[in-house]
């Protein structure tokens, strides 16, 4: 699975945008990007994924750069409770199981 | 609320101990995965079941063990405990053939005194 470069800690005010970036500029073609957070120990919680498009549900969007190097996560209207830690995973839909977590992007969002 | 249930939320025990994690897999998802969280260790994957049998294996110690049941619940055996087996245990479920996009449960707080 293709490493990932998260920044270790974010502000954002509430109300505002969040846009979390994520480097993986070692991605190969059939790996997909995927965001997960863990609000303060509570169990991890997916968000989004995407391969080269980009996505929207009703959580967040992802930009995928045209390289596929980098991505971005984007909470249009960040609130008190998205507070968590973020996490970029990069890897094969059907590679098994395991899913790597780094070190994620603590974000903080402030009133 | 993923639907995945752990049980118990708090288990407080001394070392040398066993101790067994329950977990609940949401309806239908026939995958459960157990993860470790400790302090200095991030989050990492011990092993899957799939529909009772192992599937994928990652850094779990010999004094652990899992199995799945023909329920689809899940229990992980922690045996000869260790003051650094003090993590935070997750479950997690997926539904068949997405792996990828795994619903977590609350976790179970292990503490070894």
């Known amino acids: 699975d293709a490493k990932t470069t998260q920044p270790p800690s974010m502000d954002c005010a509430e109300g505002r945008a969040a846009n979390l970036p994520c480097n993986h500029s070692?991605?190969?073609?059939?790996?997909?990007v995927y965001w997960y957070r863990q609000i303060h120990s509570q169990g991890p919680q997916y968000i989004i994924h995407?391969?080269?498009n980009n996505e929207t549900n009703e959580m967040a969007s992802l930009i995928i750069t045209e390289d596929r190097k980098s991505s971005t996560l984007i909470l249009p209207h960040a609130t008190l409770r998205d507070t968590a830690v973020y996490y970029c995973?990069?890897?094969?839909?059907?590679?098994?199981?395991?899913?790597?977590f780094g070190q994620g992007t603590e974000l903080s969002v402030k009133p | 609320d993923s639907g995945v249930t752990q049980t118990p939320k708090h288990l407080i025990t001394a070392t040398g101990q066993r101790v067994t994690l329950r977990c609940s897999p949401r309806?239908?998802?026939?995958?459960v995965y157990w993860y470790q969280q400790s302090l200095d260790q991030g989050l990492q994957f011990l092993i899957q079941?799939?529909?009772?049998?192992?599937?994928a294996k990652g850094n779990i110690l010999e004094r652990f063990s899992a199995q799945q049941f023909p329920d689809l619940h899940s229990e992980l055996n922690l045996s000869s405990l260790e003051l650094g087996d003090s993590a935070l245990y997750f479950c997690?479920?997926?539904?068949?053939?997405?792996?990828?996009?795994?619903?977590f449960g609350p976790g179970t707080r292990l503490t070894v005194l």
């Open positions: 079941y799939y529909n009772g049998e192992e599937r």
């Open positions: 995973i990069v890897r094969v839909v059907f590679a098994g199981g395991k899913l790597i």
């Open positions: 995407g391969l080269k």
């Open positions: 070692t991605i190969s073609g059939n790996e997909y």
């Open positions: 997690a479920s997926s539904v068949e053939g997405r792996v990828d996009t795994q619903y």
């Open positions: 309806s239908g998802d026939l995958s």
